[in-house]
């Protein structure tokens, strides 16, 4: 009943968005500029992109310029503390809405060495069967492709894939002479992979600039069905340092061991603390506030799901108690140890004591967890394990004075976000993905698993976001062999022309 009810809004306000262009056409214009679009994604995917570095950034920033100019666009350089974002906006018709869509352009630093190519940013076409794939010529690339093929270079789903087939999409709507049904802006972010750490000043100092009535964001990969995906929130991020002393130097385990207390034990036993064996944390009040209803968890659990597949996929026998399914365990705050340091291991190993041990912690976040709570939270209980809390390196008299001594660095990162999924805007998107794909052949998610640096749009410049998903989920973003299965990319485009040629009131 309660499903029915929410098809029954989904059809009353799917009726009152007009679309401008039939579905056999979006599907034939996807075809048709197929092949162009996977040649522009190789050649954008050959422009090294790691934030951090102020070349990488400059020369992908010009390219993208010379991309929407081409395109009409008129765009702006925003700078932020110094950093560098690109605006490029378009009035298709007066006195119409204004989308702005968000695209990441950096990716994640490379080890060149752990990928299965000379040169990650060397994009390599193939053809995979189970975990041994052929390399492809970009030769053989034609409009009758093998849809399970993929590309694989760095950024390829995060999320260079993504821009470019929001970018083809309006490069076919501008050779067709086709206009979209609203005014566009597009901001672009080349340090998203650092946490976008100017963003949010940049969005506060040009609220005129980027004011919009919604933002769609192209980032994001699709669970596990792998259907075309709308995920209307994303948890937010804080990461903790913790670093626990021993003695001042390294010692030998033979002249010391049983006199000398090694860090890494009463480190273990500390976060060994934060969890039971059913992965919920014991931290006290660190999942107040959350209270998900009957009919959030329905909502929520429409997400196509099996549990034994998603198991055997992920190579466990069992899963975390936190919530009853995937979905619902996306709704709370996580706990991680995202890696560990203490002396070293395999070839280089030795028989030491090690001085310190070192653990980094990150924390994804809903908006009924602030990260300053949390990152209290956390702090409180490591201070009720008796350990005295540094925030530098320990001095002589409080190496003396206390037997568990622990330093805690945290930063904050990108804030949660959540959009109903009955809003107008999921209501509008959701009748733009049943006109190209057919009602029940696309996904409504409520959150991501991971973060996007989207929250200061939404509370400086008051508005809704969805993120559009298009990625394969087995695209190994952030590690070695990152891919883009060719399907997935189709199905953007089509995804983008829908979207683009949906009316907006």
Known sequence: MKKALVFFIFLVFSTSFGQGLKAEKIHQFADEYFVEGMFTLKEFLQLPNIGSNSDNIDLNLAWCENVFKALDFETELLTSKGVKHLLAEKAYLKKSPTILFYLQIDGQPVDFSKWNQENPFDPVLKECIGNECTNIPWERLSQKFNPDW?????????????????????????????????????????????????????????????????????????????????????RGIATMRLTVYGAYKNLHSGQYGNYAPNPVFNLSRLLGSMKDEEGRVLIPGYYDGIELTEDQK??????????????????????????????????????????????????????????????????????????????????????????????????????????????????????????????????WLGSAMAHVFGEGNFIRMQSTGGSQPIAPFISELGIPAISVRIPNPDNSIHAPNENLRLGNFHEGLKMCLGTLTQKYD
Request: net charge neutral; charged share 30%; aromatic share 6%.
């Open 150 to 234: 993929k590309v694989f270079a760095r950024s390829a789903s995060d999320s260079k894939g993504p821009a470019i087939a929001f970018i083809q999409a309006l490069r076919i709507l501008h050779e067709k002479k086709i206009n979209p049904r609203f005014n566009i802006k597009v901001i672009m972010d080349f340090q998203e992979e650092l946490g976008s750490p100017t963003l949010p000043e940049l969005v506060r100092n040009n609220r005129n600039r980027l004011s919009a009535d919604a933002m769609l964001i192209m980032d994001g990969t699709r669970p596990p069905a792998n259907l075309p995906t709308l995920t209307f929130g994303a």
């Open 298 to 427: 329905n909502l929520i659990n429409t997400v196509p799901e099996n549990k034994e597949e998603l198991l055997t996929t992920l190579g466990i026998a069992k899963n975390e108690a936190i919530g009853k399914t995937y979905q619902e365990a996306l709704q709370y705050p996580s706990l991680n140890v995202r890696g560990l340091r203490a002396a070293w291991v395999e070839d280089e190993v030795r028989t030491i004591i090690p001085s310190e041990a070192l653990a980094e912690i990150d924390m994804r976040l809903v908006p009924e967890t602030p990260a300053e709570r949390q990152i209290q939270l956390v702090t409180d209980f490591i201070r009720s394990k008796e350990f005295h809390i540094l925030d530098q390196e320990p001095t002589e008299d409080e190496r003396k004075k206390y037997a568990k001594l622990i330093k805690i660095e945290s930063r904050i990162g990108s804030r949660p976000f959540r959009t109903p999924l009955d809003s107008h805007l999921g209501n």
